[in-house]
């Protein structure tokens, strides 16, 4: 029995040549093919999958799906690769910053400051990809990292619109100005109150 | 909580900004915000020796970690706290400063804590309106560099005149 730890949508992308695109046609195709969905993060395959010919070939050009299992799992994020496009929407010198967070050991601020969060990093990318459209119209966001090792970006409108995330491992916190809109949630629920808030009379 | 009485109105305290809380000359929103912000009194202990203490509890060389600090006002911190509204209910809301002295060898009898949570939103309002003080060191190279310096200057004097 072959066993692999993955995010649904990116296992899928590590078995396949193809993305199923979601993680609910990935659970689709997941049944048909007898792939038992463990956790959101943890799916057993019940049998050998270089036996089956539709996944024939497919373990051969897995590598990206290979490289996000060891960037899931990996608990240094010294060894976290950011996606190109990902590293364009954050513009040259904050991406050298998270590189130089990525150095910080254990106890950096003060005797407290956690390591750069793996997981942080992943919700951050997650975040900027989804929302890149509309991050296109502020101008390229400043990044900091707090003594939890979350990253935390800042983005400068027009003006006085600004706003600020704080990625933590499952969800974010945001903040927009004006009007100070406060919140914490999920990625999706986030996105819409960002998004929201922009819309509501924000210019950016 | 400390049993000790809260930080007066006329006290300043300060706080120290590492390289991960600045970018482009802009301060991290969220400094100040979170349960128990720290900071230091300058009641207790002069800025010179808050500074060497912040020093000491950083990684070395620390001249690479701290790049300034920020000093304010008690009492101007919790008149901004009062006058700010969110669209949360802030009902009974009232910012505090209390001093948490940390024991021990390398303790910190200035330390002091904000109660009770501030958030995101009101620590970007203090971080505008409260600052008494900001100072940014300048990029020059750290007091071991130069001392460093100074020695390979001496060695390579030193051959020169050995070998001549």
Known sequence: ?204 | MSALAECADVEDIVKGVLFTDIQKDKIRPSLLSGEGSSYSRLAIYSLRKILRIFRRDLPQPPGKLLVGYLIFNVGKMKEVAIGFRSKEVRNGFLLKVLPVPISGLFGNRAHAETRPKVTDGLAKALLRDAVKEDRRFSAQPAKHDYLARVVIWCCRRYRRSSSG
């Open chain 1, 1 to 204: 029995m072959n066993k692999i730890l993955a995010y649904p949508t990116y296992a899928a992308a590590a078995l396949s040549s193809q993305t199923f695109g979601s993680a609910e046609r990935f659970g689709q195709k997941a049944e048909e093919l007898g792939v038992q969905i463990i956790s959101p993060y943890v799916c057993r395959f019940e049998h050998d999958l270089s036996f089956a010919p539709s996944f024939e070939g497919a373990l051969l050009v897995s590598e990206p799906g290979i490289a996000i299992y060891q960037r899931f799992f990996d608990a240094d994020s010294a060894n976290y690769q950011l996606d190109q496009p990902v590293i364009e929407l954050l513009g040259f010198q904050s991406y050298q910053r998270i590189q130089e967070f990525k150095r910080l050991r254990p106890g950096w601020s003060f005797g407290e400051g956690k390591s750069l969060s793996a997981r942080s990093l992943t919700n951050m990318e997650a975040f900027l990809k989804k929302m890149a459209a509309t991050l296109a119209k502020f101008s390229q966001p400043m990044v900091y990292l707090n003594a939890k090792g979350e990253i935390e970006m800042l983005w400068e409108g027009s003006g006085d619109t600004e706003l600020f995330v704080r990625f933590h491992s499952d969800d974010l916190d945001f903040l927009v100005s004006p009007g100070d809109v406060e919140g914490t949630a999920g990625l999706k629920s986030s996105i819409d109150t960002i998004s929201a808030a922009l819309n509501d009379g924000v210019a950016v």
